[in-house]
């Protein structure tokens, strides 16, 4: 089973900072924080993933609270091409993915 | 090359048929997988190979035969499927299996849908 819990979905202006909440509370040591994103009908993309330590890539930003509990996607200038159901995964092993967020970005 | 090809897109059957899904990767990745996705619901695991050995098999049905002839090629032999077996298939790699921190590229996946 999954064992993260996303909101079931989002909506943000185009041009503005989505951020997308992922609550893991009982996330072991050794577990990575990864996510992906699904753009409909196309295969999963890797964003990005991190253990302990705040990640970020030129795709987004990944901030990861200090007890591990929750960790935040961050896509810095959200574009149309940006809405996708967002996954995010702990693992320390196989890919398990949850329900998503499906995020909507307006113009 | 960071792509994971997968032929045909879209594929349909019916129950008596036997068809195979074909997957490529070319960036030297020595763990394949082989996922399904109902419509509207995340990817599950079927398959995993890991130096062309079969690693883990998510309990599925015997009527999806998984094959890994090399270490750039995964194959997917389907026979006898029902029409609940309609789905998404994605195909991914990575580096080596169960390594968190390698991350796993996805191909495009093949549609399929069994009449």
């Known amino acids: 089973d999954a064992k993260t819990t996303q909101p079931p979905s989002m909506d943000c202006a185009e041009g503005r900072a989505a951020n997308l909440p992922c609550n893991h509370s009982?996330?072991?040591?050794?577990?990575?924080v990864y996510w992906y994103r699904q753009i409909h009908s196309q295969g999963p993309q890797y964003i990005i993933h991190g253990l302990k330590n705040n990640e970020t890539n030129e795709m987004a930003s990944l901030i990861i609270t200090e007890d591990r509990k929750s960790s935040t996607l961050i896509l810095p200038h959200a574009t149309l091409r940006d809405t996708a159901v967002y996954y995010c995964i702990v693992r320390v092993g196989k890919l398990i993915f949850g329900t998503g967020t499906r995020l909507q970005v307006f113009p | 090359d960071t792509e994971v090809t997968q032929t045909p897109k879209h594929l349909v059957m019916g129950m008596t048929n036997k068809k195979s899904l074909k997957c490529e990767q070319h960036m030297g990745h020595r763990a394949m997988y082989w996922y399904k996705q109902k419509a509207k619901k995340p990817p599950e695991l079927m398959f995993v190979y890991s130096y062309e050995k079969l690693s883990i098999n998510e309990s599925v049905p015997s009527r999806f035969s998984p094959e890994c002839p090399n270490s750039s090629l995964l194959n997917l032999h389907l026979h006898a499927l029902q029409p609940e077996d309609s789905a998404l298939y994605l195909c991914a790699s990575s580096q080596v299996s169960g390594n968190p921190y390698n991350e796993q590229f996805f191909g495009p996946g093949t549609r399929l849908t069994v009449l």
């Open positions: 009982t996330i072991s040591g050794n577990e990575y």
